[in-house]
């Protein structure tokens, strides 16, 4: 059961340890609590992305201690892989628009801080934000595993940029090479995300700024959803809060600058549709009304309950 309000500072005294759960992955702590189980034990194609059939999202635990949230159920890298290769991209593609909006919402916070020069998008998917970026001046390099999406991505570019279709540890940047690191909706989806945030570290320049939007379990949407967040997902192996977030980039050398919340544009026909996957109360009938005709088209901004962080490497 989600019980958000046991993640306060401190445990409450009497609260008992679970014994046999594992340390957490973010700071060893072996103080561990589960936050849901909806018995959910399969990863598989069929609960993976927006055209999901499946929304179990399997034991998600919670350390006490530095407040970040995983799954129990940690599959390798190559099991992640072969599993993003069958991914349906049908509804995600759809909804293109979108993320174009989305795409100059994150060229804005980007630009806050960094006025241009070298930036990798890791994990760009079809490549809407590098389009903005490059539009902008910016010289864009894209990391993505996906093949069709990576194709996606080429053709949106069209000759701009370098989009490589690998893992970020396979795509053999050089270290120290950027001004500029985004991880839009990634770092919940890797195994080790101390490591990754590490490694995406190393390929700062001093000064350089790394940008990570992330599900928030401490965001109201979270506390007020429970088991129905739409971001309690199962390929979403990690959730943060502000404090988890400003951790994993200290460890991984990084410095705190700044913490936000961005919402995302999507279409009224997909907001349903994904509240009608979880069983939100009235989703199935409004994603009834406004398919197919020119309401389900209109696109609002909506906040799911993410956060992001900037760092800087210490120059
Ligand atoms: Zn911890």
Not at 41 to 48: D, E, H, I, P, V
Not at 163 to 175: D, E, H, R, V, W
């Amino acid at each position: 059961m989600v019980t958000p309000s046991a993640f306060g500072k401190q445990p409450p005294p009497t609260a008992e340890v679970e014994t046999g759960l594992p340390a957490c992955p973010l700071c060893s702590r072996q103080d561990v609590e589960t936050y849901s189980d909806d018995r959910g034990r399969q990863l598989a194609a069929s609960n993976l992305g927006s055209s999901r059939q499946d929304v179990s999202h399997g034991k998600i635990l919670r350390c006490r201690t530095c407040g970040f949230g995983f799954r129990q159920l940690r599959p390798t890298d190559e099991e992640l892989s072969r599993l993003y290769r069958q991914l349906d991209p049908e509804v995600y593609e759809r909804e293109t628009r979108g993320r174009l909006r989305t795409a100059q919402r994150h060229l804005k916070i980007v630009q806050r801080y960094v006025a241009g020069g070298r930036l990798v998008d890791v994990g760009c998917a079809s490549g809407s934000f590098l389009r903005c970026a490059a539009d902008a001046g910016w010289s864009v390099v894209g990391v993505e595993p996906a093949q069709t999406l990576c194709a996606k991505a080429k053709q949106l570019l069209s000759g701009r940029g370098d989009i490589l279709c690998t893992s970020l540890q396979q795509a053999g940047l050089a270290p120290s090479s950027f001004d500029a690191l985004t991880l839009w909706d990634v770092l919940e989806h890797v195994p080790d995300p101390l490591e990754f945030m590490k490694y995406c570290a190393s390929l700062l320049k001093p000064g350089g700024y790394l940008f990570a939007n992330v599900p928030d379990l401490d965001s109201r949407q979270a506390r007020f959803l429970g088991e129905r967040w739409p971001l309690l997902l199962a390929e979403h192996l990690n959730y943060f809060n502000r404090r988890s977030l400003k951790f994993c980039g200290e460890r991984a050398q990084l410095q705190w600058v700044d913490f936000g919340r961005r919402p995302a544009s999507f279409s009224l026909e997909y907001v349903f549709y994904r509240l009608a996957q979880h069983h939100v109360l009235g989703a199935t009938l409004s994603h009834r009304m406004v398919s197919g005709n020119f309401l389900g088209g209109i696109s609002i901004p909506v906040f799911l309950g993410e956060s992001y962080g900037v760092w800087s490497r210490p120059a």
